[in-house]
């Protein structure tokens, strides 16, 4: 018999693989689910991208395997892009590693600071894979909660009575930076914060960088939405003294509409990302070299492209307020990102009892919220990754064929 290892336990198959699966089937039996479940981008990069791309494929010469540290072509674009959007300064020969997307290097993370029980704080509700690499890198995992009324922000009086009580509990390692002897844990933050659309605060900002230095824990902040319906993206590296706690990863799926092209970065002090790339290197072989070249022509466009990409997802916000309303959900007006958070009606027991009911009556399928942790349970997102158009189907199906 051949059996999985041990730390698969416990770790199910990711939801939209799952979910994404059930929905091929109900379509091929000729039905067409509408998604508005997935955050993949539908509209394709700038032109310009795909021609650098183009150019850069029929060479002879750019076939082999690539640094393991990224092209130079690649890093430089993303320190320039560091400089004019976030008034951050990198070295883009030591501070910046390019990814094959930045959900691998949450995983390298995880994989680079966490020992068996080294604590592991994360968001709840927030990204799934947080938990799952650090579970699967041996983690133990401590929640952190957001809450509606607290704006979806961290509550820091709260987590330090947590710290504190961790800290007094045996077994628990708290292990950063390796081997330097001293306690420290590592801690998962995403702002604009997904699935919930929340902007961080400068003074937010500022105190989680106090929080990391006070404790000793580093602090890796996933940014992928700071371009998306939002004028002022934001860094935690922005913040005077960050890098000493800090590690950032960026992406190019989302502002860039890459996501199948898996490019991403992570950016930090030069010891950090070292430490990263001696896990990395021995996991991979680089990029291919004409994906770098493109994505380093995708961080020099100018504010045209967001304002481009941002014009369509506006009105298609709208519409999905409009969905959302038929749905008797409640949303706060001022969310950024991709995606609109929404609370559920009293009607429904939790976001997955909607989602199915919706799926089952009117082939629109849209996230619960509860695949985002606990505080999730009461609470639906819907992705603004389908046209106008779709949002409109979605809306008539509603309404014809979901009783209230
Ligand atoms: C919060 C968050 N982080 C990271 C990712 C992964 O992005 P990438 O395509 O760069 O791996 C996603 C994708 O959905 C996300 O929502």
């Given at each position: ?37 997935i ?23 750019v ?21 004019k959007?976030?008034?951050v ?24 600071y ?36 607290n ?22 390692q ?8 001293r306690e420290?844990a ?19 900002f ?14 890796c ?11 002022t993206?934001m ?31 992570l ?33 020099s ?19 999905a ?22 609370k ?61």
């Amino acid at each position: 018999m051949i059996t999985v290892s041990k730390r698969l336990e416990g770790i199910g198959e990711y939801y939209f693989s799952q979910k994404l699966a059930e929905i091929a089937e109900i379509n091929k039996q000729g039905e067409a689910v509408i998604n508005l479940g997935i955050g993949s981008p539908d509209m394709p990069p700038h032109p310009e991208v795909i021609q650098v791309l183009q150019e850069e494929v029929i060479k002879p010469n750019v076939h082999g395997y690539q640094s393991y540290k990224g092209a130079e072509a690649l890093r430089n674009g993303v320190a320039k892009w560091y400089n004019k959007w976030y008034g951050v300064d990198l070295n883009p020969a030591t501070e910046i590693l390019p990814l094959i997307g930045s959900k691998e290097g949450i995983m390298h993370i995880c994989m680079t600071y966490v020992d068996e029980g080294t604590i592991v704080l994360v968001p709840n509700p927030g990204y799934p894979t947080y938990r799952s690499a650090a579970k699967l890198a041996g983690g133990t995992i401590v929640e952190y909660n957001l809450k509606e009324e607290n704006n979806w922000l961290i509550d820091f009086d709260e987590l330090e009575k947590n710290i504190a009580s961790l800290k007094s509990k045996a077994g628990a390692q708290m292990a950063f930076p390796k081997g330097g002897g001293r306690e420290g844990a590592l801690m998962f933050v995403n702002y604009p914060q997904m699935p919930t659309g929340q902007l961080p605060t400068k003074k937010f900002f500022e105190e989680l960088v106090a929080f990391g230095k006070k404790h000793n824990i580093l602090i890796c902040h996933d940014n992928p939405y700071s371009f998306i319906l939002n004028e002022t993206p934001m860094s935690l590296l922005s913040i005077e003294g960050a890098k000493d706690v800090v590690l950032e990863l960026n992406s190019l799926s989302k502002a860039s509409n890459m996501a199948g092209w898996r490019v991403g970065v992570l950016c930090g002090a030069k010891e950090r990302i070292n430490e990263v790339l001696v896990f990395k290197s021995n996991m991979d072989s680089g990029m291919f070299l004409p994906v770098q070249l493109a994505a380093a022509k995708a961080l020099s466009l100018g504010k045209e492209w967001y304002d481009g990409i941002n014009a369509v997802y506006r009105k298609r916000r709208i519409k999905a307020y409009e969905l959302l309303d038929l749905l008797q959900c409640t949303h706060s007006a001022d969310q950024v990102g991709m995606f609109v958070w929404a609370k559920i009606p009293a009607k429904y027991k939790n976001g997955f009892e909607l989602s199915d009911d919706v799926l089952s009556k009117t082939r629109v399928f849209i996230t619960p919220g509860g695949i985002f942790g606990s505080a999730g349970e009461k609470y639906i997102r819907v992705s603004l990754c389908s046209t106008e158009e779709k949002f409109q189907e979605s809306i008539d199906r509603i309404k014809s064929k979901l009783k209230n």
